[in-house]
């Protein structure tokens, strides 16, 4: 127990996906322009992820591993997430059309999103039990989504200051993620696995 | 337009004009994950170009066999093999590199400028021009991975050539006290967004659209 609450509060705040792991950067920048898609994101991501971490994982324990597969890892992970995603776009679609209209334009983006295929490969890496690699799965996406929150809600005031023109566009947005990157670090080494 | 001007076209396309990381924010997150040390940016750009460039081959020599429903899905199989293969080349002939790049080297997969030139280039044109672009590409790629981890290593580090001591060249002499937030994540960030303010000055005196 005490190891899955360090594991939650470690992948939330102290090594947090975005901002100390540089994983799901793409979206990070690409969708953080407005509060609500950034919500709408955050909300597919952590769907995706925790799904994608338990199927990845039961396929690499029980097929890979036993059948001495392991170089077989990131091609059958990814098109493991690709048909995830697929599944849950085409599921969504008939079972609640409301919730597909405010994520169905975030779900292909997330195939090509490296925090999902991150999460899989790491949730390998350490070695996590079942258990604590579907609660890596959650505490990896909420840490993403809350990133991604905080930074649309810089961003929506970013768009009333007066920046710098070079600086305008993107190399603000890096800048200030930068900061608030700066900011995290502060959580750094207070908790280790 | 003779062939070679479109080739030398789509060879420098890729390098400036539509830079992946400088122009596009494509690809960040090795970008930003590996340029610690300079050695470790420019490894991790070679070994995406060469997946780049396979995968672009292999996807326009392939384009009149996959249909198009369903191109998103072999478009990754084929990148994921070369991604296979590179993973394994590094862990047998560069160790020290593979270790460094970590989790970065299987992420090559979703690296989204390899699947955005075979969703945009690869998929349409002929072999030999899909091969120059993947050049191209590449070597805009490798570019930005070895400025950005060029301006890290010196400003964070001190060093060039890092990390390892016996390769390592000290810029500074003994007395240099490293900007260590540079070899930190924050850095990371904050240094890329300044290298684009400059790009972003350059390439407007230039007129570079």
Redesign the interface.
């Known amino acids: 127990m005490e190891r899955l609450l360090a594991i939650i509060f470690i992948y939330i705040l102290v090594d947090n996906f975005v901002?100390?792991?540089?994983?799901?950067?793409?979206p990070f920048?690409g969708v953080s322009r407005k509060m609500e898609t950034a919500i709408g994101m955050s909300m597919a991501v952590i769907f995706v992820m925790t799904m994608a971490t338990l199927v990845t994982w039961i396929l690499n324990t029980f097929v890979l591993v036993p059948y001495e597969l392991e170089?077989?890892?990131?091609?059958t992970f990814?098109?493991v997430i690709?048909?995830l995603v697929q599944l849950v776009e085409t599921a969504l679609r008939k079972i609640s059309p409301t919730l597909y209209q405010g994520l169905g334009i975030f779900l292909p983006l997330i195939?090509?999103?490296?925090a999902?295929?991150?999460v899989a490969?790491?949730a390998v890496?350490e070695e996590f039990t079942f258990v604590e690699a579907v609660v890596f799965g959650i505490a990896a996406s909420i840490g993403f989504s809350l990133a991604l929150v905080i930074m649309a809600g810089i961003r929506e005031r970013l768009e009333m200051a007066k920046i710098?023109e070079?600086?305008?566009?993107?190399?603000?947005?890096?800048?200030?993620?930068?900061?608030l990157?700066?900011a995290f670090?502060g959580f750094s080494g207070m908790l280790t696995l | 337009m003779s062939d070679k001007s479109v080739y030398v076209q789509d060879l420098t396309r890729g390098i400036v004009r539509e830079n992946p990381v400088f122009k596009l924010l494509l690809g960040l997150c090795p970008v930003l994950g590996v340029t610690a040390f300079f050695i470790n940016g420019v490894g991790m750009g070679i070994a995406a170009t060469a997946v780049l460039v396979a995968s672009n081959v292999v996807i326009s020599s392939l384009k009149k066999f996959i249909p198009p429903q369903v191109r998103i899905p072999c478009f990754i199989v084929v990148i994921a093999t070369f991604v296979t293969v590179i993973d394994m080349v590094l862990e047998a002939f560069q160790p020290a590199l593979h270790e460094a790049l970590g989790i970065f080297v299987p992420l090559i997969v979703v690296n989204c400028v390899i699947l955005g030139r075979a969703e945009a280039f690869a998929g349409k044109q002929p072999v030999i021009r899909s091969l120059i672009d993947g050049i191209g590409v590449g070597i805009g790629f490798t570019l930005a991975l070895g400025i950005l981890a060029f301006v890290r290593e010196v400003a964070g580090h001190g060093t060039l050539m890092g990390p390892d001591p016996e390769s390592a060249v000290y810029l500074f002499g003994p007395g240099f006290e490293p900007m260590g937030l540079f070899a930190q994540p924050p850095g990371a960030f904050i240094a890329l967004g300044l290298l684009l303010g400059i790009f972003n000055v350059i390439f407007k005196k230039l007129n570079i659209k």
């Open positions: 901002l100390q792991r540089f994983l799901g950067i793409c920048i170089y077989l890892q990131i091609v990814i098109l690709a048909s195939t090509t999103n490296c999902i295929m991150g490969l790491l890496r710098p070079a600086l305008q566009g993107s190399a603000i947005t890096l800048i200030t993620a930068g900061i990157s700066l670090l």
